[in-house]
């Protein structure tokens, strides 16, 4: 049945898929109607529960196993902090899913290389190396779980995406961008619009560390929705598109606005800009007027979240107030974290950063205002995490990998690929800049342009259309 499916005209093919999404579309936003009669946890519970279901209806079903996993990446925060929490085996169901759809379909990955993978194959050759002699195996392990779930992000997105580039490109953008910003309505609803907001909390005798939820952590359930639907606003053409994009975009930026991540913020920005600049004057001066008024229409829920958003913007700015409090104590970290580079160039191990920290602030208290590094604190970045436990040359593959994009989209002559490339490469280093490797929306954008370029570079004399069907008729066999 699949084999034929990929070798049926490309209108037959788009149509049937056409109503099974928007089947999809209803069933998933509909599934969230339960969240107006139980609490939050409750309802992801459920939710999350029908979509590892939908992942294994999806073995049959290809496009059901897709945006099952979809729902699953954009819940993919929330499910690690208020269901997944009874140890390794349940935090890593996703993972653990991922992997084995890699080991099964790993000769995927050949048909549909991406030259920029030998970056990403060399940086992963050296971490497992490295993992040979860290100082924490589980930590270690747990690092290159969401790091190799890549291949199997990449391997759904191969299968489904293949002859229907373009309308899968809208399908996923579309989705992401409605239930995202629904997530976020429920999200906000149960707990207040201060969630985040730790002065307010502590002043309600709750303590410092009884977060919700870490705001870098959850804006990741709106970065995939702003980036697709960034990435697709300049190929609309229908002006209904166009304005329901627009709301989406507005939505979901809202929301991650809300949580005051600050590297949430700045990928926004970077965003706007991407889509300002294929706009003309007059409908820049539209769209801001669209944004005024979605703004006004969310006035209750912005003007309590402003003030905490904002301090933290101002908390930023102000040379009055010491660095490492300014960056919430990032600065330290990146000192401490360079450091350690320093007396050791070639990292201390995969999975290490933790120990080594602890061993560091021990050894060195007094160059150390933190004294909770004696304990082991996370890294909160990729980069120093990478430079502190491999080194430069596991940091160097990983910045080449990312960077291969901005490379890819220049060589070709099509502005929509100049601009993808720039804007992958420059909104993934943001991410990595205030996360770890965690956050599976960065690696399913990753994975979703790499499919791009690899259909675009292999076009040649065929149009890309015909690439995308011969390479369907190979996924499929």
Excluded at 72 to 79: A, E, N, Y
Excluded at 340 to 359: H, W
Aim: net charge positive; charged share 15%; hydrophobic share 50%.
């Amino acid at each position: 049945m699949l084999t034929q499916a990929a070798s049926m005209p490309s209108n037959l093919l788009v149509e049937g898929r056409d109503k099974t999404f928007k089947r999809i579309l209803i069933v998933f936003i509909g599934i969230w109607l339960i969240a107006f009669f139980v609490d939050f946890t409750t309802a992801i519970n459920i939710i999350g529960f029908f979509a590892f279901i939908g992942l294994i209806f999806g073995i049959k079903y290809r496009l059901w196993g897709l945006f099952s996993l979809f729902l699953l990446v954009i819940l993919d925060p929330l499910l690690r902090v208020f269901v997944l929490q009874g140890g390794l085996l349940r935090w890593n169901t996703l993972n653990y899913w991922l992997l084995i759809i890699t080991i099964v379909n790993i000769r995927t990955i050949s048909r549909n290389w991406y030259h920029g993978l030998k970056f990403y194959f060399v940086w992963l050759l050296i971490l497992l190396f490295q993992l040979s002699y860290s100082q924490n195996l589980l930590f270690g392990s747990q690092s290159l779980l969401y790091i190799l779930s890549f291949f199997g992000l990449y391997i759904y997105v191969t299968k489904c995406f293949d002859s229907d580039l373009n309308n899968m490109l809208y399908r996923s953008a579309l989705f992401f961008g409605s239930v995202s910003a629904i997530v976020g309505f429920f999200f906000y609803r149960y707990y207040g619009l201060r969630v985040f907001d730790t002065t307010y909390l502590n002043n309600l005798g709750f303590s410092s560390n009884s977060l919700v939820i870490n705001p870098n952590a959850f804006s990741f359930t709106f970065k995939l929705a702003v980036m697709l639907l960034c990435i697709y606003f300049s190929k609309l053409k229908n002006k209904k598109d166009k304005l329901l994009f627009a709301v989406m975009i507005v939505l979901n930026a809202t929301w991650i606005f809300m949580s005051g991540s600050r590297g949430g913020i700045l990928l926004c920005i970077v965003s706007f800009i991407f889509i300002i600049e294929k706009v003309n004057f007059k409908k820049i001066i539209t769209y801001g007027l669209l944004c005024l008024i979605v703004f006004q229409l969310l006035k209750p829920v912005i003007l309590n979240s402003e003030n905490f958003t904002m301090q933290r913007i101002a908390l930023l700015i102000n040379e009055d107030i010491k660095v490492s409090k300014r960056t919430s104590g990032r600065s330290e970290l990146y000192k401490v974290g360079w450091q350690m580079f320093q007396m050791y160039p070639f990292g201390i191990g995969t999975g290490s950063f933790k120990s080594g920290l602890a061993k560091y602030a021990t050894f060195n208290e007094k160059y150390i205002d933190n004294t909770k590094y004696k304990s082991g604190v996370a890294a909160h970045s990729a980069y120093i995490m990478t430079i502190v436990e491999n080194g430069i040359i596991g940091l160097l593959p990983l910045i080449l990998f990312l960077i291969s994009f901005a490379w890819t989209g220049y060589r070709f002559q099509d502005l929509w690929l100049n601009k993808l490339g720039l804007y992958a490469t420059t909104t993934t280093l943001i991410s990595f800049l205030s996360n770890e490797f965690q956050g599976k929306s960065t690696w399913l954008f990753i994975a979703i342009t790499c499919y791009i370029f690899f259909i675009y570079s292999n076009t040649n004399n065929k149009g890309t259309e015909d690439v995308a069907i011969d390479n369907a008729k190979k996924n499929h066999q």
